[in-house]
C-alpha cells in the first residue's frame, strides 16, 4: 500500500486539507501550551487566519480540479461523439 505525505503545493484530496490544518492545530495547541504570551496569540492567530485561508484556496482548487475531470469523462463517454 502506498501511503503519501500531506500536499500544500499540490493538494488532491480533502486528506491533504486535513492533514495540513490538523498539523497546524496540534502544532499551535503545543506551542501555546509551552508558551503563553500577547505576542505569541498574536502570532498564532495569524499563524491560524493563514492555515484558514490556505484551506479555503485548497478546497477550492479540489473542487475545480474534479468538475474539469468530470467534465472531460462526460465528453469521452458522449455516444453520440
Sequence with gaps: MHVRF?????PHTFYDVFGVVAAAVAIMALVLAVRYGEVIRLEM????AVV???AGWAIERILSETTERSRRQRQRDWPWK
Design 6 to 10: 500531506p500536499s500544500v503545493r499540490h
Design 45 to 48: 492567530a495569524v499563524s491560524i
Design 52 to 54: 484558514f485561508l490556505w
